[in-house]
């Protein structure tokens, strides 16, 4: 079944306060040892996913192109050579404004790497502070122009709307500003605030706000009207993309197809079973230079669990359930207060069901 | 078995914290009634609760030997409860006596609690020895609380006596005044068996024991006898007395204080004030005066946290009620929380003892209601009697409503007098009458509602008065009030659980807490959520709970799906904890916060 490779490459400039993501700052020196790694290790694996074909490849971070081109360029050439890797493969990468230039994007799309997620979050000043973000908004317009100049045609934006100091007006210029750079995918992510991060300390501290979801919603039904009328598909919660440029890797999660995580703390899935890598980086370059497969822990979905997720991803890429799956008389109350609808034979949430899904997961499938 | 020239029989009257179990420690050192190696600070206090709270629930007679004046005499002490719940069963306490010490702490002088139960003891019958304790103390007024005592008994300055539990200090000359000026009790050995049952406790391998205190007669192990309020003839397997542990004895003569073993098992059938005579013609014609049955005073709904331990709950209290008379419990169904039990207490301590043995050694989860108080609904000549808010009719189809009163016994420093005057006025007080004690302290009286001084009145008294105020009070009958039932309904349907009665001036200001109260505490839903406030079919407080509108994980990639299944799971488990009201999910967190009566130390 078409599987998908993720490439964890844990590297930042700066740890930005609201991030939970295995990613650090300051570790540059283990760069080298860690491409090395990531080399080890999809040797090691490849065997147990021989004859598998692979139809995306997703590096992320972390910041990948905190790495230099060439080594990137490894990465890919070993993954092609190690997997059944198909020819047409969605290969995507993930960049920081403010580590691309036009010669490496020109390089990174000669290596390989046709699609691009950009970073951006806003085209606020003062909401990117307030994410600790280090580039301006000025940087994300000069790495869209030099990615179009080296010839991307497929690039990503990602925003993140509800930090503290930003208003449903300053989220229509992000939403504009995004628009007008023309990118043929958008995910718009609503800030979460995660305990362990300095962003949940201070708001568990009361030292700032919590992101007030009511507004959050209105955000969402902003972009929702906004990248609609621009001409994007929503075709999951927080992604939009112009009609054949939605992630297939991504989907790749979404439809429970098998993949593949390399790298420190990845996951990876198959027939039901989720392992993942040992998360801090050093842990992770001992046991793969010590020959061993570098996991950390494992899940074997019961079907129970299976389902649950398997509800709860189909609703969240409005592909919706088969009503078949549910009571009539579940499935009413949310029909009636239109938080679902029914497309053909399948319920899928509204837009204002979307803002709800938990509980829809929780009514449909509990 | 003792002569009764050679026997006195007193106990100590003391406020909360006035040194009582203290005292009560070097009382039995001084009569070695207690080996060095086992003393144990407040010896007398056995139960875990009583130790922590410094507080006595169960009262406890202890003989202790002393010689005086080339003569041994055996001093019986009986410990009272302290607080105003336990009003009668200090009644009965102190009717197994003939002295008692009145106990003040020279450091803080006469309390409203001391003044009670002094006055209960002279009304007793009682001699009153005053005494000073604390003596040691660099805060302790000697003089001062010496003329204030010496005022209140109606004695001389010199018959004050002074002593320190803590170092022992004139405790010594205590007991030689004690054997001095208690009188020895009176009765006879040829009269009919008459003994008092002052209190009793249960015994997982003995069953109930029955404590007693000898009038007339000889009351003898194995003597079959006979119980005149409960009607009961049992046997006594074992007389003995607290020494202060259990020793068996074949009699007790007139005058003795002791237990009995009765072998029952169920302690309603040895009833607190009884009269134990014996069976057939030694039987005695006349009880002894001063019984009554408990009356339960407060009531609250109890109903188990999780839906599931209603059995459980119902064997607890079963249990409880073995060893404590005054419990009474009906069961109760409530639309809100189902299956539980309306539950009477003595008061608010009583209640509050109660559900704590309950969650700790029984290991119950429990949502208790606002306590209430027992209203007289009259209608012609028919009375009902409610004791579930929410079952009290509406207006218009009664002729009134009673409720019961209590006086009041107020203490407090004169510089807080404006607020404590303040406060009873609040809550609908009359005063009574006033005092001066001296030239910084003040005696009120009070006629209140019960009703307003089992909410937060306690509590209030002691912040506007900095701790200084006491409070006592005794049952004043019932009046007709002004009340009224404020519903408070949910998206509208009523719950049944937060129904109260309070006096119609205050009904409106009480439904817009409760609404306020509750719209911080119920959980944004799929919907707007009305919470209202009634009064029969009038609404007078609104609040709304908008609808929750973004419930969603925003992302959701390759290692985080375990995670987001996890939070889901987890929030299902925080839905099962959810108790459904008509359309509206209301956690338990909820219905504990709302009902909770925040009393802080209620003694």
Redesign the interface.
């Known amino acids: 079944m078409s599987a998908g490779i993720y490439v964890h490459v844990p590297f930042c400039l700066t740890r930005c306060g609201y991030c939970d993501f295995n990613a650090y700052a300051g570790l540059d020196h283990l760069r080298p040892r860690y491409v090395r790694a990531l080399l080890a290790e999809a040797s090691l694996a490849a065997a147990a996913w021989d004859g598998e074909e692979v139809v995306s490849v997703f590096l992320g971070g972390g910041t990948p192109t905190t790495l230099d081109a060439a080594d990137l360029k490894a990465v890919l050439v070993h993954l092609r050579e190690r997997f059944a890797v198909t020819h047409d493969a969605e290969v995507t990468i993930e960049a920081n404004p403010d580590t691309v230039d036009a010669p490496k994007l020109t390089a990174l799309l000669e290596s390989g790497f046709e699609r691009l997620s950009m970073g951006a979050q806003s085209f606020d000043t003062a909401v990117l502070a307030s994410l600790e973000r280090v580039h301006g908004p000025d940087a994300v317009r000069r790495a869209m122009a030099a990615a179009r100049e080296a010839g991307h045609a497929n690039v990503s934006l990602d925003l993140i709307y509800g930090a503290q100091g930003e208003s449903l007006a300053s989220w229509e210029r992000t939403l504009r500003e995004a628009i007008a750079l023309a990118p043929e995918h958008v995910s718009a992510y609503a800030l979460t605030v995660e305990p362990s991060t300095p962003l949940g300390r201070q708001i568990a501290l009361g030292a700032r706000p919590a992101p007030d979801p009511d507004l959050q919603a209105d955000m969402f039904g902003l972009a929702c009207q906004l990248l609609g009328e621009a001409g994007y598909g929503h075709y999951e919660v927080s992604n939009w993309a112009r009609p054949g440029f939605e992630c297939r890797h991504n989907l790749g999660y979404w439809e429970r197809r098998p993949y593949l995580g390399l790298g420190a703390g990845a996951h990876s899935y198959r027939d039901d079973r989720r392992w993942w890598n040992v998360r801090p980086p050093e842990d992770y370059l001992r046991q793969v230079e010590a020959g061993r497969v570098p996991i950390g822990g494992e899940e074997r979905l019961e079907p129970s669990d299976a389902y649950l997720e398997e509800v709860f991803l189909r609703l969240r890429i409005l592909e919706g359930i088969p009503s078949s799956w549910v009571e009539p008389q579940t499935a009413a109350p949310f029909l009636e207060s239109g938080l679902l609808r029914r497309a053909d034979d399948a319920l899928v949430p509204t837009e204002r069901g979307m803002l709800l899904l938990n509980e829809l997961v929780l009514a449909l499938a509990g | 078995m003792t002569e009764t020239s050679r026997i006195r029989n007193f106990c100590i009257i003391a406020h909360i914290d006035h040194g009582k179990s203290t005292l009560a420690d070097r009382l039995l050192e001084l009569t070695h009634a207690v080996a060095d190696r086992d003393m144990r600070e407040q010896y007398l206090d056995k139960m875990d609760l009583e130790r922590e709270r410094g507080i006595t629930i169960k009262a406890q007679a202890v003989r202790l030997t002393h010689q005086a004046g080339g003569q041994t005499y055996e001093l019986n002490l009986i410990d009272t409860p302290g607080h105003v719940d336990f009003t009668y069963e200090v009644s009965r306490s102190l009717a197994a006596c003939e002295g008692a010490v009145l106990l003040v702490d020279a450091a803080q002088g006469i309390e409203a609690q001391t003044l009670a139960n002094f006055h209960l003891a002279r009304d007793a019958g009682l001699v009153i020895l005053p005494v000073l304790n604390k003596i040691d103390l660099p805060a302790a007024d000697v003089e001062g609380t010496a003329a204030e005592l010496a005022e209140l008994v109606g004695c001389e300055r010199d018959d004050v006596l002074a002593v320190s539990g803590k170092t022992g200090e004139g405790v010594t000359a205590l007991l030689e005044t004690v054997i001095a000026k208690v009188p020895p009790p009176e009765g006879s050995r040829s009269d009919p068996l008459r003994a008092l049952i002052f209190d009793s406790s249960f015994d997982t391998y003995r069953g109930v024991i029955a404590y007693v205190r000898v009038k007339d007669g000889v009351l003898r192990t194995r003597a079959k006898l006979h119980a005149a309020a409960a009607r009961m003839d049992w046997e006594a397997e074992e007389a003995g007395v607290f020494a202060p542990e259990a020793v068996p004895v074949a009699e007790l003569g007139p005058g003795e204080v002791g237990y009995l073993v009765t072998g029952l098992k169920d302690v309603h059938q040895v009833k607190v004030g009884d009269t134990i005579t014996s069976q057939g013609r030694d039987r005695a014609h006349e009880p002894l005066p001063g019984y009554r049955e408990p009356k339960p005073m407060v009531w609250s709904g109890l109903f188990p946290a999780e839906g599931g331990d209603y059995g459980a709950l119902r064997d607890a209290l079963d249990r409880l009620k073995l060893n404590d008379a005054a419990l009474v419990f009906e069961p109760e169904t409530s639309g809100a929380l189902g299956f539980g039990f309306r539950c009477g207490f003595l008061g608010l301590l009583h209640m509050d003892i109660v559900k704590e043995r309950l969650e700790r050694e029984f290991g119950l989860e429990l949502i208790a209601t606002a306590p209430n108080v027992e209203f007289h609904v009259v209608r012609g000549d028919e009375t009902i009697v409610v004791h579930n808010p929410s079952e009290m009719p509406h207006a218009g189809t009664y002729d009134r409503v009673e409720e019961p009163m209590v006086l009041a016994t107020i203490i407090t420093p004169s510089d807080f007098l404006g607020a404590v005057l303040e406060l009873c006025q609040g809550r609908r007080g009359e005063m009574v009458d006033m005092k001066y004690l001296s030239t910084t302290r003040v005696e009120v009286h009070y006629h209140l509602p019960l009703a307003e001084i089992i909410f937060d009145f306690f509590d209030q008294l002691k912040s506007k008065t900095r701790g200084y105020a006491s409070l006592d009070y005794e049952s004043w009958g019932y009046e007709a009030s002004e009340l009224v039932r404020v519903d408070v309904l949910l998206h509208g349907e009523p719950v049944d659980a937060f129904s109260s009665v309070v006096h119609r001036d205050k009904a409106a200001s009480y439904g817009r807490a409760m609404v306020e109260r509750l719209r911080e505490l119920i959980p944004r839903q799929?919907?707007d959520v009305a919470i209202q406030a009634s009064i029969g079919s009038r609404i007078v407080a609104r609040e709304t709970v908008?609808a929750?509108?973004?419930?969603?994980?925003?992302?959701?990639?390759?290692?985080d799906?375990?995670r987001?299944?996890k939070l889901?799971?987890q929030?299902?488990k925080g839905?099962a904890r959810l108790r459904r009201v008509g359309r509206v999910d209301v956690p338990q967190e909820a219905f504990i916060a709302a009902l909770r009566v925040d009393q802080g130390e209620r003694r």
């Open positions: 799929l919907f908008k929750k509108r973004k419930d969603v994980l925003a992302k959701c990639y390759g290692g799906i375990t987001k299944r889901l799971e929030q299902k839905k």
